[in-house]
């Protein structure tokens, strides 16, 4: 390689010989930037930009679908499957195994950022510094939960980093990380509490975490504990109260459920916290593969106006579609969330000429069809009011206050048009209720959670042909 740089710089060499100048100076140029943590932190004004710059990171794992809805019986191949190795269960330390880097690279920006805020005082804008820690503290618990839920045991890592020399820290139990899940989140909540003429309906932006997302994540987060890691009564009255505090922050359910998914966050009245998505920025928008293409896939289709097609594979993959298990779920032809969740392509048959079923693509992310094409840039939402009121449901039931859990059951179920819950209203018959409502309401979104493996191994035998394997909440109504 130096022997063709030789060759390639020569003959610039003897050109800028016969016009006077040097061919070093030719070669040797001064970088325009080397921005680095020493610095860049030169003034309270450079907090608020790289705090957003810490954002990519939580788009980026809410995204992910890898090991949490991959994993599950929820989707299953279509056209042209991307499904990984872990879709097929196949983990080993060369296939489908897990780099922590993309979790630890947040986590470590989250530490720099405290590390180099102490030295700046804020004294003309105190709320802006409030805000800010309130913001990273909460970006930080997300990481270690979103984390946690797939490793289980993990590293602590609570200082800066600032040089070469990186401690190598040993995997702490998932108690110990769910305990600083819990700290970072209480103090987010803190910190957004003391800003002046606080309000809990107040969300700046539905792209970064305010006090009503917060308690949200910290719903979700005391419910993993109490049901996968024992937590109990304790944790369940912590979600009813993280929840409740949800329900007063304004946010209200969508009463058209086509317009979950459709309406931006910023305009959702049912969401509370999103990932956003740009048109020219969607190539990494999960939702891609679950587009079909129109030649050599909708092309053809006596139905083909009502499907989400792209032109080009370059706007969508065709690899995903809705399982029959996942389509199993929904008894009530009635559902209105049907149409939001799939549609089943038709064809004709080439040898009998007649109607038939094929691909059951996916509704609820079908993006934005534009002049030229479809575009797959729909925010991917994380947290939202129905998710909410399914978590304290889910609590209400494992305190034994099974009427409490049938309202907010209810709650959910009247939006969906399919009446109010009539079965059984003993606590195991209304978790799987709470559980199978939960695969109608919520199904196709991303959800990163413990791996397949995890349910195998601890769900009771007899829930495992019930119904598909929701990952994070399936472990929850086991409870392990």
């Excluded at 100048?21 to 610095?39: D, L």
């Excluded at 090991?67 to 499957?81: C, D, F, H, V, W």
């Excluded at 922050?249 to 959702?268: E, F, H, I, Q």
Aim: net charge neutral; aromatic share 12%.
């Amino acid at each position: 390689m130096q022997k063709i740089i030789n060759i390639l710089i020569a003959p610039a060499c003897l050109l800028t010989l016969l016009v006077g100048s040097g061919c070093k100076k030719m070669i040797e140029v001064t970088p325009q930037s080397s921005i680095t943590e020493q610095t860049y932190f030169k003034s309270e004004g450079d907090f608020d930009p790289y705090l957003t710059g810490i954002y990519p990171s939580m788009r980026s794992l809410a995204n992910n679908v890898t090991y949490g809805t991959e994993r599950s019986e929820e989707l299953i191949p279509a056209l042209n499957s991307r499904f990984s190795t872990a879709w097929s269960q196949i983990l080993s330390p060369s296939t489908g195994a897990l780099n922590y880097n993309d979790w630890y690279k947040a986590i470590g920006n989250c530490n720099l950022l405290f590390d180099k805020i102490k030295g700046f005082s804020f004294s003309s804008s105190p709320d802006t510094k409030a805000r800010i820690l309130a913001e990273t503290y909460a970006l930080r618990g997300y990481f270690y939960f979103h984390l946690t839920r797939i490793i289980g045991d993990a590293p602590i890592m609570l200082q800066a980093v600032v040089d070469e020399n990186v401690p190598l820290l040993a995997r702490s139990p998932a108690k110990d990380v769910m305990k600083q899940v819990f700290s970072d989140l209480d103090s987010a909540i803190f910190y957004f509490r003391s800003v002046s003429g606080f309000s809990v309906k107040t969300y700046p932006s539905k792209y970064r975490f305010a006090y009503g997302s917060v308690q949200a994540l910290k719903a979700d987060a005391k419910l993993w504990d109490a049901k996968v890691l024992g937590g109990g009564s304790a944790d369940f009255n912590d979600v009813v109260a993280a929840a409740s505090e949800v329900e007063a922050s304004g946010l209200t359910l969508n009463a058209d459920y086509g317009k979950v998914t459709s309406t931006r966050a910023s305009a959702n009245t049912e969401v509370a916290l999103a990932a956003y998505y740009l048109r020219d920025e969607t190539g990494a928008n999960y939702a891609l593969n679950a587009l079909p293409y129109l030649v050599g896939g909708a092309q053809g289709a006596v139905n083909i106006d009502s499907l989400p097609y792209v032109q080009t594979t370059t706007n969508g993959q065709g690899a995903y579609q809705i399982s029959a298990k996942s389509k199993a779920l929904f008894t009530n032809p009635k559902d209105k969330r049907i149409p939001y969740t799939w549609v089943t392509q038709r064809n004709i048959d080439s040898r009998t000429k007649d109607t038939v079923n094929g691909i059951s693509w996916i509704t609820k992310y079908v993006g934005t069809k534009y002049a030229d094409d479809r575009v797959s840039d729909n925010d991917v939402i994380m947290y939202r009011l129905a998710d909410v009121f399914l978590m304290k449901a889910e609590a209400y039931a494992g305190l034994g206050n099974t009427t409490d859990a049938i309202t907010y059951l209810n709650k959910v179920r009247s939006r969906a048009g399919t009446g109010n819950y009539a079965g059984a209203t003993d606590e195991p018959s209304v978790e799987l209720e709470l559980l199978n409502e939960r695969g109608e309401s919520c199904s196709s979104r991303t959800s990163a959670g413990t791996i397949w493996c995890d349910f195998i191994l601890r769900a009771p035998l007899t829930y495992i042909p019930m119904y598909p394997t929701w990952l994070v909440r399936l472990l929850r109504y086991t409870g392990r």
